[in-house]
């Protein structure tokens, strides 16, 4: 609950914001010495990319209704770690890239469970 107070996504989400603004030279300077502190620090606060709704209408593959989309995050060396998300035909979509020898797959689907849980249960 402690974690939650303090709305952790929001930093992320206003680098993100931030960087966007810079050149893209200037951008790929600051994610790499990011990257540097986070792995000699161990720690890394996860990234939530919002991918958007992807498709208001069915999509068609040929003539075959597509059902459901994953869009596929790129995977992050440990200890970073970003959460994608998206929509299609009313349906939030979770995704994390990761090197399974690095993450125990077990532990990334056990953390989306727990997001699923807490957006499924605002009001906890």
């Known amino acids: 609950e402690a974690i939650k107070a303090n709305c952790p996504g929001l930093s992320s989400a206003a680098a993100m914001m931030l960087l966007r603004t810079l050149s893209y030279g200037k951008a790929k300077d600051i994610l790499l010495d990011s990257e540097r502190k986070h792995r000699l620090s161990g720690f890394s606060a996860p990234l939530l990319s919002n991918l958007g709704k992807i498709c208001e209408e069915t999509m068609l593959f040929g003539s075959i209704p597509v059902i ?3 869009p596929l995050m790129p995977a992050f060396h440990a ?3 970003m959460l994608g998300a998206s929509g299609y035909k009313n349906m939030l979509t979770l995704s994390a890239g990761f ?3 690095e993450r125990e797959e077990v532990g990334v689907a056990q953390f989306l469970q727990m997001v699923r849980y807490e957006w499924m249960n605002p009001d906890r």
């Open 99 to 101: 090197y399974s020898d």
């Open 68 to 70: 459901e989309i994953l």
């Open 79 to 81: 200890p970073a770690f």
